[in-house]
């Protein structure tokens, strides 16, 4: 009895240093990034900027209520300055960025009766040709500590 209690003893002991040796090779992995976000051509000093980050083509510009978009920040403008918007805790990933400048401050784009936007808006690419950028030309690279892009209030 007592040579068997030794020999598990001594077998609980070997499978704890294995342990403590793997945990102490692990590198923890980050997969944080930061994207920082500079928009420019901000025309009028009031209202709220709204940014949406996808990282789904089907989410991207959806006006379905119950796609959620990745990760959204608002930053109340009060000046013409050019501003930059830091989202941090970001899995790498691709993301497309949408954005838009809401002047009135009802949390929508407003638009006229063609559609069009009456508000200032952006996006992570230039406007496609008829209408706004599809989700693989304006996906940006989160990637390493920090990802930097600039947008243009349209
Ligand atoms: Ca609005």
Not at 46 to 73: A, M, Y
Not at 81 to 100: H, K, W
Request: aromatic share 6%.
């Amino acid at each position: 009895m007592k040579k068997i209690l030794i020999a598990m003893t001594a077998l609980l002991l070997s499978t704890h240093a294995m342990t403590e040796e793997a945990d102490a090779a692990e590198v923890a992995p980050s997969g944080q990034s930061t994207l920082e976000i500079t928009i420019t051509n901000i025309e009028n000093a009031k209202g709220i900027i709204h940014v949406s980050l996808q990282n789904s083509p089907d989410g991207w510009l959806s006006t379905d209520e119950d796609v959620k978009t990745f990760r959204d920040v608002s930053q109340e403008i009060t000046s013409t300055d050019d501003i930059v918007i830091v989202i941090d805790n970001l899995p790498e990933d691709g993301y497309a960025i949408s954005l838009f400048h809401d002047l009135d401050g009802d949390l929508e784009l407003d638009t006229n009766f063609i559609g069009y936007p009456k508000e200032p808006f952006g996006f992570s690419a230039p406007m496609g040709m008829t209408g706004p950028p599809k989700f693989d030309k304006a996906v940006v690279e989160v990637a390493g500590e920090k990802t930097s892009v600039e947008i243009k209030l349209n």
